[in-house]
């Protein structure tokens, strides 16, 4: 069955520096999500991307925050100097086909970013 | 505020019973309500319900959306050990953006 991988699935950075968080959708979906869980907290939204633009961001997703589908296949989450309260797992997520905007998001296992 | 609440924050049962998961939401322009499960890492989808007192029905899972009380609920009988695991619930608002609960974590205990 077809699965949305990411890498790395174990990122540790410096405080301040930048990190890219890589993201390889379901081949044939169509739109891509970038989600976050703090350890011990519920998963919380971060941006939906589709057609090549952002369509709908929370208010977490600010300009420290920005994504990218540089190819066909990739999806990229990059944050810019980080803090330590962005230490979280980042899912990413697809759903897919012409409605894939009311279909089931189906989830990567996560990069887990630690930030020290 | 889009808001979604799971209870019971978390159950312990024993092999052999029955569970009863609840969610209930807030949310302006509802489209749908997803349940996922949650083991170790990437929540795995269980059930998305649209339209109110249809059953969705998986093996041992099943779900019902209520629109009119904003409330769903997800049974799963005859537990197995392997249903230990976290249970989360999500609407989606609009085309997009999905809010979920906290989640309820089941443990079940042979």
């Known amino acids: 069955e077809p699965e949305v991988t990411q890498t790395p699935s174990h990122q540790v950075t410096q405080m301040g520096q930048e990190v890219i968080l890589r993201c390889v959708p379901i081949s044939n979906h169509l739109y891509f999500y970038w989600y976050r869980q703090i350890l011990g907290q519920k998963v919380e939204f971060l941006v939906s991307f589709y057609n090549n633009e952002i369509s709908e961001k929370s208010e977490i997703f600010d300009d420290q925050f920005s994504v990218e589908r540089p190819d066909g296949s990739n999806f990229t989450l990059k944050i810019r100097s980080t803090k330590l309260e962005d230490s979280a797992m980042y899912f990413c997520a697809s759903s897919g086909g012409v409605m894939g905007q009311n279909q089931p998001q189906h989830f990567g296992d996560g990069t887990r970013l630690s930030i020290l | 505020e889009d808001k979604v609440v799971q209870s019971p924050l978390s159950l312990v049962v024993h092999e052999g019973d029955t569970v009863t998961l609840n969610c209930s939401y807030e949310v302006t322009n509802f489209r749908s309500l997803l349940w996922y499960k949650q083991e170790k890492k990437a929540p795995t989808f269980l059930f998305m319900l649209t339209s109110s007192g249809i059953e969705k029905k998986s093996g041992r899972l099943s779900s019902i959306l209520d629109k009119k009380e904003l409330f769903s609920i997800l049974n799963i009988t005859a537990t197995q050990t392997g249903d230990s695991a976290i249970y989360l619930c999500?609407?989606?608002?609009?085309?997009?953006?999905?809010?979920f609960g906290t989640g309820t974590k089941l443990q079940v205990i042979p």
């Open positions: 999500a609407v989606r608002r609009g085309y997009q953006k999905v809010t």
